[in-house]
């Protein structure tokens, strides 16, 4: 039965393309809305609701506790929200980078993996791992989620299955974690498709702009005191009451968005300054995402390799967009820009990858 309505689903969201490219045949809006509705289908999400109690004994000896994690506004965090099987945690080359970009141009900040699946590491996945915790500043760290959320604002509503009516479990997840895990740490959040180019070791308060209008939940920080601890409560806040498991963007750039436009007395990202946001900063989209996600071809594209360097030239870190670009092959030793910028930012990973990045 499950089988069948996996493929109903997928079926469906299929339907919705084909209607879609039939009245407007725009290859953006296709590039957009793919990945979206194909993830209709059933996400597993069995690792949200296991307990510590029930933890197996195939982990890595460099997995800390979660609770050796020091509230400081110099912490910065990733999130592996997926729920893995026998096949073991997989983590990809692109993501790795991610992660040692971080590490190698924050040298002074700590860089966190939390992961939610209870299983080992895929052999590959392991090589990977070891890669990163050569850095000093790596930990990783295997989180529950029913001893995550006590004694916070979210512990009711998450108890009571909210998660259960999102049509994309998985990247709603990922929503809550990171408003959760600055409400409790302070720090910096990070996407998993978010290269770091540049130091962030003296960036407090701050979100960025995707574009003019709309703040986007990709890099964020807040601080542990004051202004921050302000603004997670604030975002805590509204994402208990605006969650909407049946909008994609609603629960992530939504409720980062809202915040400010409450906090700032205005609706636009452009007129979000910070005289008008009380200290907080929204950068310009030239800071975190200097490629919109509707030009993500220009990072595979060899031929205008030197506009596209130029273009994330005063950016403190870039957003690949791997919701659309995830399976577009780089070979090792390519000159795409995507390719340049990791051999440069994450050179450990690039270069012990295998034959693909």
Known sequence: MALIKKKIMIGFGCGILLC??????????????????LSFSNEDISCYAESSTLRESMTLDIEAPINEIIADDRNIF??????????GIVMTSRQACAIE??????????????????????????????????YKNVVIHRIFMKEYVKNTPLQDWWESGVLRSSRWPKSHMSDILRYLTLWKFGGIYLDLDVVVITSLEKLYNFAGAEDWEDVAAGVIGFSTTGLGRKIA????????????GNVWGNNGPGVITRTLQKLCATKYARDMTSARCHGFTVYPPSVFYPIH????????????????????????????????????????????????IANKYCPKIYNNCGKTF
Request: charged share 25%.
């Open 233 to 244: 409560d604030a975002c805590l806040r509204d994402l208990k009451k605006n969650f909407r």
């Open 78 to 87: 990733f999130h592996e929200t997926s729920c893995f099987g026998k096949e």
């Open 101 to 134: 970009s971080a590490a190698m141009m924050n040298p002074t900040m700590k860089v966190h993996l939390f992961v939610l699946s209870n299983v080992n590491y895929s052999s590959e996945t392991k090589k990977i791992i070891h890669i990163l915790t050569n």
């Open 20 to 37: 879609i490219f039939a009245f407007n045949p725009d290859n953006e809006i296709i590039e957009k809305m793919t990945p979206y509705l």
């Open 293 to 340: 996600y509707k030009m993500w071809k220009q990072y595979f594209d060899i031929d205008n390799k030197n506009e596209t360097l130029k273009a994330i030239e005063k950016a403190s870190a870039i957003h690949v967009w791997n919701k659309l670009s995830q399976s577009t092959i780089i070979e090792i030793g390519s000159e795409v820009p995507y390719a340049v």
